[in-house]
Structures are given as structure tokens and as C-alpha cells.
């Protein structure tokens, strides 16, 4: 799931949960990896004029579909605000990682059913959203379909029961037809 989808299903409220969290250095930060700027007019005296300015903007680039703003902030809100949640999941698979990041293919070298009992223990320890969040994350930068394929992960972001099983068969379909990397 790309980003962009990923913030559709988990809905405004929780998008401005997520956008709270961030320091105004970090949302300039996104907003520079989203190739957006981060001027603010010379009235915007105050760090609450600035956020306001800042989440028009950003709420202007996902309007225009900016994938990589997306991908930005959700990078950025993971690593800054819930590195211990990476940490936790790749410490349950045993991937070697530097406080959470990690180089390693985990979701190749992985099996499936380790992948997602490893996501249970997650949904056990932290707000079910936040961890389809990061998967589905995941999911994307590994280029993988596990997440994608798993019904709790994605009523876990938000995704409505009726839609979900649609979602996967049009998502296996999609990830079969793809061309080899």
C-alpha cells in the first residue's frame, strides 16, 4: 500500500494525531523531502501561525497526490516517535538493526506465518493503527505483499470490513501481474 492510501484509511483524525507529534523542525524536514517549502509569511509570528501554514500545505500536497511528502511523514513520525515499536518487531523476527533500521531483506528472509505472528505481538503492546501503519509501511519499501494480504492488518488501519477482501484480491491480482525486479 502506498503512502498516500496508508493516510486515506487511517482517516483525518488520526493523520492529525500522527501530524501533532511532529516538531516544527521535523515538519519542515517532510516538507523539504516532499519537495515543498517551508516559508512562512512574516506574520506567522508564532510556532502555532507556522504549524497552520505548514498543515495547509501539507494537506495541499496530498490533495495533489505528493507520494514522497507522504512517504516523508510517515518516515519521519515512525523513526522520530515510535522507533521503539521497530526496535520491538525486528527484535522479535531476530534481524540485526541499529536501533530499528535495518539494511536486511527481513521480509524475504522471513516466513509468512513469522511475519505475522510477529505483528500480533506488536497489536498486543501498541494502538493496532500505528502498527498497520508501520507495516504497511514496510510492506511498501520492501516491496512485499504480506502485509497487503492480511485481513487485521488492514481493518487495523482503518479499511472497512466490506472492502477489505475486494482490496486483497485486486491487490494479489496487481502484485501478480507486476514485472520482475
Not at 95 to 118: I, S
Not at 152 to 172: C, S
Request: charged share 30%.
Amino acid at each position: 500500500m502506498k503512502p498516500l492510501e496508508i493516510c486515506k484509511h487511517l482517516g483525518q483524525e488520526k493523520v492529525d494525531a500522527y501530524y501533532s507529534l511532529l516538531s516544527g523542525k521535523e515538519l519542515r524536514a517532510v516538507l523539504k523531502a516532499g519537495g515543498s517549502h517551508s516559508n512562512t509569511p512574516k506574520t506567522a509570528f508564532s510556532q502555532a501561525a507556522r504549524r497552520k501554514v505548514w498543515r495547509k500545505r501539507f494537506d495541499n500536497e496530498f490533495t495533489k497526490q505528493n507520494e514522497q511528502l507522504a512517504l516523508a511523514f510517515l518516515i519521519e513520525w515512525l523513526m522520530r516517535h515510535h522507533r521503539d515499536m521497530l526496535i520491538e518487531y525486528l527484535d522479535s523476527l531476530e534481524v540485526r538493526h541499529t536501533q530499528g533500521e535495518t539494511d536486511e531483506d527481513f521480509c524475504e528472509t522471513k516466513t509468512p506465518e513469522e511475519l505475522r505472528e510477529a505483528a500480533k505481538g506488536l497489536m498486543e503492546r501498541h494502538p493496532h493503527h500505528e502498527v498497520a501503519t508501520y507495516l504497511l509501511l514496510v510492506g511498501h519499501l520492501q516491496e512485499t505483499n504480506i502485509y497487503d494480504e492480511t485481513p487485521e492488518i488492514l481493518e487495523a488501519l482503518g479499511m472497512p470490513k466490506g472492502e477489505i477482501d475486494g482490496y486483497v484480491e485486486t491487490f494479489k491480482k496487481r502484485w501478480a501481474e507486476r514485472p520482475a525486479s
